[in-house]
């Protein structure tokens, strides 16, 4: 099964257009831990869908009332970016938590990358 996947041009980040959870849950499947695509929202600034141990996690990417970035639901201490590079790229080399029924895990994020899309 192929999909076409457009890449935003106007952010430097794995953005992309059109794609649904669904869809973000066939791309990731059987790929690496922490492989990521960050996809639309009509709720938030857009979604980072990652997989770990064989299951995606979808992770609201929203705007705080200061305009720093951050991850999920609204939590203390939690931490906020100046824009979503820069969210990528600090969970690129430090891990990201990933919590599901009590359960954590740690990742780090890895693009998603397939050479039969089309940016």
């Known amino acids: 099964m192929s999909y076409r996947l457009y890449l935003a041009r106007d952010a430097t ?15 990731l499947d059987n790929k690496q831990n922490g492989t990521f695509i960050i996809r639309p929202s009509r709720d938030s600034l857009g979604t980072l869908s990652v997989i770990q141990d064989s299951r995606v996690y979808h992770l609201s ?37 990933l919590c599901s029924n009590g359960q954590r895990s740690l990742t780090l ?11």
Do not use: M
């Open 109 to 119: 994020l890895l693009p998603y990358r397939d050479k039969n899309v089309v940016p």
């Open 61 to 97: 990417i929203r705007r705080r009332q200061d305009g720093l970035i951050a991850l999920g639901n609204e939590k203390s201490n939690e931490k906020c970016f100046k824009d979503i590079d820069s969210l990528i790229n600090y969970y690129i080399s430090n891990y990201l938590v």
């Open 13 to 27: 980040e794995e953005f992309y257009k059109g794609i649904s959870r669904e869809v973000a849950e066939d791309l």
